[in-house]
Nanobody, 126 residues
Framework: QVQLVESGGRLVQAGGSLRLSCTASGRTFSGLAMGWFRQAPGKEREFVAAISRSGSSIYAADSVKGRFTISKDNAENTMYLQMNNLKPEDTAVYYC???????????????????WGQGTQVTVSS
């Protein structure tokens, strides 16, 4: 079993930056493809970014391309989401997710993920 714990969310002004972290328990982190999702009040959980198990492949939603960067440190069992030029519409609870993957795939669908964290709140004020 894999447990994921997010951290780093807080209140920030528009135009500011944050770095979210997702730390995994267990010794299988290097075999996990990972992703970030977010959910705003009254909206469905949406895809933000994904990374392959090795970190060699990444993919980001159009809404965050050029502003958010996903990365993965297998030695530290940690995934990151660097968020720059934040906008009020980025306000949401951010979740990390993981799934075992034998190849260097990235996954955009939340149905593809087996493990989820509890979420961390990001609030961007205008």
């Amino acid at each position: 079993q894999v447990q994921l714990v997010e951290s780093g969310g807080r209140l920030v002004q528009a135009g500011g930056s944050l770095r979210l972290s997702c730390t995994a328990s267990g010794r299988t982190f290097s075999g996990l493809a990972m992703g970030w999702f977010r959910q705003a009040p009254g909206k469905e959980r949406e895809f933000v970014a994904a990374i392959s198990r090795s970190g060699s492949s990444i993919y980001a939603a159009d809404s965050v391309k050029g502003r958010f960067t996903i990365s993965k440190d297998n030695a530290e069992n940690t995934m990151y989401l660097q968020m720059n030029n934040l906008k009020p519409e980025d306000t949401a609870v951010y979740y990390c997710a993981g799934t075992r993957s034998p190849l260097s795939y990235v996954f955009k669908s939340r149905d593809r993920y087996d493990y989820w964290g509890q979420g961390t709140q990001v609030t961007v004020s205008s």
